[in-house]
């Protein structure tokens, strides 16, 4: 009987124990950063000095007073609709254009897909090569057909929009496969009940293939978004925040601060601005376009 109970005890014990290594190391390398930030955020601090000055809630306010910072969230808020935006729409186009059988059509999603699995660190530096002013690919294309050639990283007025090019570039081929696959998920018995109606192919595409293939696109805006927020590699690499701190994002800024700086209790203020503002799009996405989720 006693041989029974401790059997069945570690028979339940033993999944958390199975478990305790993942829970260890999310609770210590995501939990506790998370705390330790938001209180470092509530102290004045060079990450040097062994004693901490308590300021309360000084950090935020003087954040929130910066004109550099309120530019800073602007550009950061701007990169990522304009990048999520135009990365959905285009992966959804070209989803809809290469879903069909044949070598060809294989071969360009594998072409759309390489860039995701190159590292940022390469796709800038590339980036900036093709967007030099005097020798770079991109003006030179541009020149092939009379146009005048652009500073692209050199202008306040295009420098953050250069960056949402690379972002775009960098996101529409796991975008666009992700589409395919919900594409080719949908039963054809819905497309043949559409022609027996003969049903528009635009009616076919808002009433049909969008509804189905939703939850696709909820789960790539919400992914994309995160992504976008946390924007490091390319704004350091190619701008490093610049010109006239036009391209400067929350994440770059809070690397400035707490590790250039050495501002640490400034810097995590703005990171807990940052999580804040990722909580609220995260609720805001989820009451606004998780309703219109249509679960098969």
Known sequence: MRDKKQTSFRDGIRPYIMVLPSIAVFLFCYIYPIFYMIYLSLFKWDFISPTKDFVGLKNFITLFSKAEFRQVLSNTLIYTFCSVGIA??????????????GKMFAFVQGAIFSPHIISLVSVSFIWMWMMEPSYG????????FGVKPSMWLQRPDTALMSLVLVSVWKLIGYDTLILISALQSIPKSIYEAALLDKAPGIVTFFKIILPMISPNLFFLVVMNTLTSFQAFETVSIMTEGGPMNSTNTLVYYIYQNGFRFYKMGYASAAGVVLLVLIGIMTIIYFNLLGRKVHYQ
Do not use: M, Q
């Open 137 to 144: 690919l991109l003006n030179w294309l541009l020149g092939l």
């Open 88 to 101: 959905i729409v285009l992966a959804l186009v070209l989803a809809v254009w290469l879903n069909h059988p």
